[in-house]
């Protein structure tokens, strides 16, 4: 008999084609290009912060299932978007009113919340790769890089994938629930970053 999917297989396979798209989008394409300058990277991290704040603002204020992540807090990269942008010259009152994304992935069920942050916490992979390519180019100094160079990814990769089994249910609604969630969190980001 055939073995039924994990949660964190569930989430990988049904957004597979998601993660291949976001790659494609030409404002995160940038980021790995040779000639990105210093005022092109501001408007990602900008556009970057205006998904990001809100998002880890409303998965915050929801106690009860953040009380299930390990090192929940930690977890969060606005404060680290925040400081770079402040290194890129911008100013607090700046920072507070870029805009921000209304167009949010679902959260408020268990189900939704742990699709989403599978997301977030996943693009710190990919994140590992783009800091490796933005530390070589000139404009580049360590205090601009606090967003993609997040500390000890593999070790919050790993726990995180730990928290994954021990919430995973095995209930295909909640698989079902949480791949939606998850799916949904890349088409908005994607959405919210082309324009
Ligand atoms: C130019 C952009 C990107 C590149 C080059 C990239 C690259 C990668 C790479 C190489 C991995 C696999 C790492 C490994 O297995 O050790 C990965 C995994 C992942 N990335 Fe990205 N990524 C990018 C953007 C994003 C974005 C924007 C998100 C979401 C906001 C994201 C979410 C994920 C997730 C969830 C995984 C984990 C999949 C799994 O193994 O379960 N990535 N990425």
Redesign the pocket.
């Known amino acids: 008999m055939l073995r039924k999917m994990t949660l ?1 297989e569930h ?2 396979a049904s ?1 597979a084609q998601a ?1 291949e798209s ?2 494609a989008n030409p404002t ?2 940038r ?2 290009a040779q000639d990105l300058s210093e005022a092109e990277y501001r408007r990602i991290l900008e556009r970057y912060f205006g998904f990001f704040q809100p998002l880890e603002k409303d998965l915050s204020n929801l106690a009860e299932f953040v009380n299930r992540v390990p090192a929940f807090a930690a977890r969060m990269r606005s404060e680290r978007l925040r400081l770079d942008l402040q290194t890129l010259g911008l100013e607090i009152s700046e920072i507070e009113s870029l805009p921000r994304c209304e167009a949010l992935p679902p959260h408020t069920k268990l189900a939704e919340f742990v699709g989403v942050l ?3 916490e ?2 710190n ?2 994140g590992k ?2 800091a490796k390519h933005l530390r070589a180019l000139p404009f580049t100094r360590p205090a601009c890089l606090n967003f993609f160079e997040s500390p000890d990814v593999s070790e919050n990769w790993k726990s995180f994938l730990t928290f994954l089994n021990d919430v995973d249910s095995g209930n295909p609604s909640f698989h079902r629930d949480a791949a939606q969630a998850a799916q949904e969190t ?1 088409r908005s ?1 994607d959405r919210w970053m082309a324009r």
């Open positions: 964190r989430l990988r957004t993660h976001i790659e995160l394409a980021l790995l599978y997301v977030l996943g693009s992979l990919g790769l783009i890349f980001l």
